[in-house]
């Protein structure tokens, strides 16, 4: 079986290197965009199975790219799970409305993410397979 393909974007140099080792640990093929720029060029260049999406970062919040990324019809099909510090209702409401399929607050247990990220691929495929 293939290994599913995670676009991670996060500006932040240590949730990257997390997301690079522990989720390659656990079988995923994982790239890291540290902008919502570098996302939209990683999108150009491949389509990943999963978008892992922190919403404060520097250039662009991730609920905007979330929004963005939905809008294509390149890339809205694509899972997109939140990832974040923010807890409160407000934010969660706001990544769920504008298209992510789930959220998670950081900080991050691996296990619980890979749950995560096989309910969302799951969803995604599914949602794919009955259009």
Sequence with gaps: MAKKKILAVDDDAAVCDMYERGLAALG??????????????????????????DIMMSDEDGITLTRDIRADPATADIPILIVSGLSDAATLNDALLFGAVDYMVKPIDLDALKAKIERAAAAGAKRKSSR
């Design 28 to 53: 995923y093929d994982v790239v890291c965009a540290s902008s919502g720029a570098r996302c939209r060029q990683a999108l150009k260049k491949q389509k990943p199975d999963l978008i892992l999406m």
